[in-house]
């Protein structure tokens, strides 16, 4: 019978080392706590624009409701004179 033992030294490949680049890269290890801050400002991001997008479809929505009623009588005599 014949045991095989591992080599311990053997050589990483490429796929190894890419799959731990990126867990790195996921955990944040190594990359210190810019690296946190700037995950976490990017995550926020997609609220950002959501609020800041709904906030100006409701202004824009709001300016043609307007829009679309008559002038008061007040304001169409001055126009007239």
Same mark, same amino acid.
């Given at each position: 019978? =014949?045991?095989?033992?591992?080599?311990?030294?053997?050589?990483?490949?490429? @796929?190894?080392? $890419? *799959?731990? @680049?990126?867990?790195?890269?996921?955990?944040?290890?190594?990359?210190?706590?810019?690296?946190? =801050?700037? =995950?976490?400002?990017? *995550? $926020?991001?997609? $609220?950002?624009?959501? &609020?800041? *997008?709904?906030?100006?479809?409701?202004?824009?929505? +709001?300016?043609? $409701? @307007?829009?679309? +009623?008559?002038?008061? #009588?007040?304001?169409? #005599? +001055? &126009? @007239?004179?």
């Amino acid at each position: 019978m =014949v045991t095989i033992i591992p080599n311990p030294d053997q050589p990483l490949n490429n @796929a190894y080392r $890419l *799959g731990h @680049a990126i867990t790195d890269l996921h955990f944040g290890i190594h990359f210190g706590p810019f690296y946190t =801050v700037l =995950v976490f400002i990017s *995550g $926020l991001m997609p $609220l950002i624009f959501f &609020v800041t *997008g709904l906030m100006m479809w409701l202004k824009k929505r +709001q300016s043609k $409701l @307007a829009m679309s +009623q008559p002038l008061p #009588e007040s304001i169409m #005599e +001055q &126009v @007239a004179s």
